[in-house]
Nanobody, 125 residues
Framework: QVQLVESGGGLAQPGGSLRLSCAASGFPTSTYAMTWARQAPGKGLEWVSDIYNDASEIYYADSVKGRFTISRDTAKNTVYLQMNSLKPEDSALYYC??????????????????WGQGTLVTVSS
């Protein structure tokens, strides 16, 4: 069964760091481009980052550029989102997602075909 399971969320203080993990089952992440998205309280889904299957193309939303880093570990079939210099506005439910096999990274949530359940990040003093 194709599945994405996020973990690593929790409570962090402003300026702190968290590392989110997305463990994939049922398919090799090396075959697909992957995406991180988030939904803050009272707001809609926001695209955060894309990474191509071989990591040759990586993109970030302007709101996280320079602070977040997306990466992937083929051996562990896992995608990561390292979040540094966290701000209260980063508080959100963070989702990992698989991009359709035939699509390229496009800095949006178009052509997503599998979603994880989300992991909650709260940034507060």
């Amino acid at each position: 069964q194709v599945q994405l399971v996020e973990s690593g969320g929790g409570l962090a203080q402003p300026g702190g760091s968290l590392r989110l993990s997305c463990a994939a089952s049922g398919f090799p992440t090396s075959t697909y481009a992957m995406t991180w998205a988030r939904q803050a309280p009272g707001k809609g889904l926001e695209w955060v980052s894309d990474i191509y299957n071989d990591a040759s193309e990586i993109y970030y939303a302007d709101s996280v550029k320079g602070r977040f880093t997306i990466s992937r570990d083929t051996a562990k079939n896992t995608v990561y989102l390292q979040m540094n210099s966290l701000k209260p506005e980063d508080s959100a439910l963070y989702y990992c997602a698989r991009r359709d096999y035939y699509s390229d990274v496009d800095r949006s949530l178009a052509y997503i075909d599998v979603w994880g359940q989300g992991t909650l990040v709260t940034v507060s003093s």
